[in-house]
Nanobody, 115 residues
């Protein structure tokens, strides 16, 4: 089992920055990719960014160029740094860690971008 706890969400102004954290505990040796998803009100959950165990990253087009996913292996933590935030970035952000046999989700953290 893997437990994920997100933090770092909050209210930020348009154009501002925010860094989310996802700390993992439990049996993480089988994890091979770690991702951030988000879900805005009335919309489907969408993939924002991923980082593999090998360090390869990928991003949704909507956040590319202003978002960085990174990890600290010593802390079992994955980060999502978001810059130049837009109102459309408002959503609940979830971390997702995938193992061979199943995926694990965090409880979500709210990000609200407002003028």
């Amino acid at each position: 089992q893997v437990q994920l706890v997100e933090s770092g969400g909050g209210l930020v102004q348009i154009g501002g920055s925010l860094t989310l954290s996802c700390a993992a505990s439990g049996s993480i040796s089988s994890i091979y990719v770690m991702s951030w998803y988000r879900q805005a009100p009335g919309k489907q959950r969408e993939l924002v960014a991923s980082i593999t165990r090998g360090g390869s990253t990928s991003y949704a087009d909507s956040v590319k160029g202003r978002t960085t996913i990174s990890r600290d292996n010593a802390k079992n933590t994955v980060y999502l740094e978001m810059n130049s935030l837009k109102s459309e970035d408002t959503a609940v952000y979830y971390c997702n860690w995938k193992a061979v046999i199943r995926a694990y989700w965090g409880q979500g953290t709210q990000v609200t971008v407002s003028s």
